[in-house]
Nanobody, 115 residues
Framework: QVQLVESGGGLVQAGGSLRLSCAAS????????MGWYRQAPGKQRALVAAITTGGSTNYADSVKGRFTISRDNAKNTVYLQMNSLKAEDTAVYFC?????????WGKGTQVTVSS
C-alpha cells in the first residue's frame, strides 16, 4: 500500500505561482511513475505532469513551459511548480503513483486562480 498526501494548494491571482507537494509513504519500491492530475468542475480528471523514477517527464500541452514537475526520491516527495497561472488552471489537483497493476491517489488539493 502507498499513501499520498498533497499540500500547497490555495487561491492565487492570475499570473502568480504555487508549488504543490505530494508526500508518499508505504511500499514505494513498487512505484515506477508519479504524477499530478487535475479535475475541474464538470470535466474529467486529466494528466498534468508525470515523472519516472529515472527523472523522465511528461506534460500536458496546456501547461508546458509554465509547470515543472520534480521529485526528491530520498524524501519520497513529488513537487509541481506552477508559474504563470491562468484561470483555466483552476481545479482540484490529485497526486498519483503508478505501480504494476495498481494506481494510488491522494485526496486532492484545491487550486483556484482568480482572473
Amino acid at each position: 500500500q502507498v499513501q499520498l498526501v498533497e499540500s500547497g494548494g490555495g487561491l492565487v491571482q492570475a499570473g502568480g505561482s504555487l508549488r504543490l507537494s505530494c508526500a508518499a509513504s508505504g511500499s514505494m519500491f513498487s512505484i515506477n511513475v508519479m504524477g499530478w492530475y487535475r479535475q475541474a468542475p464538470g470535466k474529467q480528471r486529466a494528466l498534468v505532469a508525470a515523472i519516472t523514477t529515472g527523472g523522465s517527464t511528461n506534460y500536458a500541452d496546456s501547461v508546458k513551459g509554465r509547470f515543472t514537475i520534480s521529485r526528491d526520491n530520498a524524501k519520497n516527495t513529488v513537487y509541481l511548480q506552477m508559474n504563470s497561472l491562468k484561470a483555466e488552471d483552476t481545479a482540484v489537483y490529485f497526486c498519483n503513483a503508478v505501480a504494476p497493476s495498481v494506481n494510488y491517489w491522494g485526496k486532492g488539493t484545491q487550486v483556484t486562480v482568480s482572473s
